[in-house]
């Protein structure tokens, strides 16, 4: 099946993007930590892959035609109605859900007030569904010997001031992300864990909304109109998102600066090697290492490369860049862009939808 595979790079000038909770290493009691990940050669400020996908859930909101799935609550665990056939967020983001008989279960479902988007689910029935897409860990491309820590205080009222620490750091982030483009929008009912997405009642509602079956009539699959035009909401958010801890005070800009995208088959990722960092920290595109990937997994990708660099950032690498592109389409006959970061991903929705069709060779 084909993967859309992505590297991306988020600039951080002044950041404490994801938190760790308390630090035991301040000199006051009130004091926040990031995550960080500690190494030999120093520490590596990280944002956890869950802060990235909430961030990206977040941006999908405010996504005219995404349809996000209601979220139930019972206790302490949480749950979304898992029905991927009505809610395009359980199509791509995956679920599980379980079946319950508990009082608390059905009065906190009537007491949601969703009760009339909700699904009921099959007794005895658990439905489990692999997100078909996936991100990485944000991880600092390089080092940093030390974590800044900033004092501060609680000031505006009678007494003695409030202390508080917090940690920030400064640093470019690096993340992944994939897709797996065979299996949005398509939802298998077999006796297979990962596999199990739709009870009776939801193979009834696909039989009734008349989805093509698909392998065997072991699942169901939406249009390639509709798969496309769900996989393009979700980039669309992709490339607008927004969030990250302490805003208020180190407003950060987490939208990507630098993305690469492409189509192969097969889940391995394509890009992983292509950003490194020279001996300032600063972050480097390997030109070989792209041209390596073409020339290595040529026969392999589905599509041409689709290229994000924000004027204004890595200014001095975009000739490099820009004459790059242009020879690996010269060699290849791939077709290259080369934008803004939300250009390059609107160019690829747009392919991915439009009447060339490139989506029903992508989505197969």
């Known amino acids: ?10 600039d951080a000038p002044a950041s404490a993007l994801n938190n760790a909770g308390k630090s035991y290493e301040a000199r006051t009691d009130n004091a926040v930590a990031v995550k960080k990940i500690k190494a030999k050669d120093g520490v590596y400020p990280y944002v956890s892959a869950q802060a990235v996908r909430y961030w990206i859930r977040e941006a999908l ?7 996000s799935s209601p979220i139930f609550r019972e206790g302490k665990i949480a749950y979304t109605d898992a029905n991927p056939i009505l809610f395009a967020e359980d199509d791509l983001f995956g679920y599980m859900r379980a079946p319950s008989s508990k009082e608390d279960a059905k009065k906190a479902r009537k007491e949601s007030g969703l009760l009339d988007k909700a699904t009921e689910l099959e007794e005895k029935v658990t ?8 991100v990485s860990t944000l991880v600092s491309i390089a080092p940093i010997r030390e974590i800044t820590n900033d004092f501060g205080v609680m000031s505006r009222h009678e007494g003695d001031p409030v202390p508080y620490e917090h940690e ?4 470019t982030l690096q993340g992944l992300l994939s897709l797996d483009l065979g299996m949005a929008g398509r939802f298998y009912h077999i006796q297979r864990t990962g596999y199990k997405h739709l009870d009776q009642v939801r193979i009834k509602l696909a039989l009734d909304k008349k989805l093509a079956s698909f392998d065997g009539e072991k699942a169901f699959q939406l249009s390639v109109a509709e798969r496309a035009k769900r996989i393009g909401l979700l980039l669309e958010a992709f490339s607008t998102m927004n ?39 600063k972050p480097s595109i390997n030109i070989n290492a792209l041209r390596e990937v073409v020339k290595v997994f040529k026969d392999d990708l589905l599509s041409g490369l689709y290229c994000g660099l924000a004027q204004g950032y890595l200014d001095e690498q975009r000739q490099g860049l820009i004459e790059a592109l242009n020879e690996i389409s010269q060699e290849s006959g791939l077709e290259v862009f080369l934008g803004h970061p939300r250009e390059a991903i609107q160019k690829f929705s747009y392919d991915m939808q439009s009447e060339k069709a490139k989506g029903e060779s992508w989505l197969v």
């Open 168 to 171: 920030f750091y400064r640093t």
């Open 1 to 10: 099946m084909a993967h859309l595979s992505g590297v991306y790079l988020i």
């Open 243 to 281: 969030g990250g801890a302490k805003l208020a005070v180190h407003y950060t800009d987490v939208a990507p600066k630098f993305v690469l995208l492409s189509v192969g088959k097969g889940g391995n990722h394509l890009f992983s090697t292509l950003i490194s960092a020279d001996n300032k920290g």
């Open 127 to 134: 439905l489990t569904r692999q997100s078909p897409f996936k």
């Open 61 to 67: 909101e405010n996504i005219e035609g995404w349809t």
